[in-house]
């Protein structure tokens, strides 16, 4: 298959189980506003925050080498040895870390020890499968299993906030028995139990295995330090309520990393499959300026219709979220291009550059934290995730021109990154007819530097109609 069209196919599929599952859950936030206090959701927030930054420790990042590592099997005897190493790595580690955490509770209790430990464990177990599925080229298996996810824990949540009053148990209960779905519709699907056999074990392939993933754990860690640090320091300075805000002022930019990682998944098989191509270079410089239009002109789009979603979808308690979106905006956007950069590391299996970058940009995220949040407030964390995503983007871009060469087109980054700071001046204006003149200009500016994109796209949905109907007659 061409791969632009691989590349087409993959997104659609990740789409379909990832963005339309997801963007449920941003339809939700009125609900989650309204029934939950602030304090309440800022709690929940901190409890997905640590969990974010402990997975990844816990298990050594090991579904990153998993997949790298499965993309290159040949059989089924070749998927087992991967799956079957990944599988006793993890499990070994699971079982370490909850005799741990089980004697760390007895000396320091707090709220739902014993929901977030199982969140934790069928968190990873789940992600597991779902890499499994994703690593032998299931990626409609994979994107189902993420409708199915999201199915469970919305109607759960619905069910245990309203019905039964649980407040935030609700949301990790449902999260845990959302996971469990997710395992039991994958092995159903795929049989995955049958790649798991001890006869397999491997201290060669375990060691490569880990050699490639561990790099990649304090890269995570410091991707953690740049998304989510920000709770820790503004609970820190401004209280568990302030936290409450924040997380919903980063319910909107979710919206747009939603899209990032539905691309960012098929990009990353289509990267991989492309870094021997002689055109390599051609080919990633191409998909980057896309992706940089996309990525701009849908922020441009996003502003003026947040400022109506803030207004009438959102409690009033949570209206102050709306001053510090701008900028998260632009840091989604510089993230964006990071993780473009990338997966550069994950083509060669030199994991070791993203160690560095991401390292360097959580130590910019953590200084700027402390001194921004404690003389500008809320707003110094949104300013410090942009500048740390921005150092690391242009670490990665003199990094990996070691592995490839994108070439950027500067004229079009300059006249979005113009457009998009007048958007967001104008943003905090709070004329009506304003943002209703803002946002008809924002469709026109997204339809003129996407028109070949929309003009393909209108034709390939024309196309399959007309080839539907045919098949109806």
Known sequence: MNRNKLLVKNTIIYAVGNFGSKFLTFLLLPFYTYYLSTGDYGYFDLITTTVTLLIPIITFQITDGLYRFLLDSKNDNDISRVVSNSFFITLTNLFFFNVIYIIFVQFKSFQYEYLILSQINFNIISAFWAQISRGIRKNAEYSISGIVGTIIVLSLNIIFIIVFHFGVASLILSNIISCIGVIIYLEFRLKICKYIRYSLYDKKLKKELLLFSIPLIPNLVSWWFMNVSDRYFINLYKGIEANGIYAVSNKFPAILIMVNAIFSLAWQESAISEYKSKDRNKFYSNMFNILMIIEFTSVIVLLPLTKFAIKYAVNDKFHEAALYIPFLYVATILNAFSSFYGTGYLSTKDTKGAFYTSSIGGIVNVIFNIILIPVIGI?????????????????????????????????????LSLISALYIFFYYNNNIMVEIFLLIISFIIFLVYNKNLVSKTIKYLTNKLIFVKKDVV
């Open 379 to 415: 707003q110094g964390a949104s300013i410090s995730t942009m500048i740390s995503f921005f150092v690391m983007w242009i670490l990665r871009i003199f990094q990996t021109k070691k592995y490839f060469t994108i070439y950027i087109n500067k004229i079009k980054l300059l006249s």
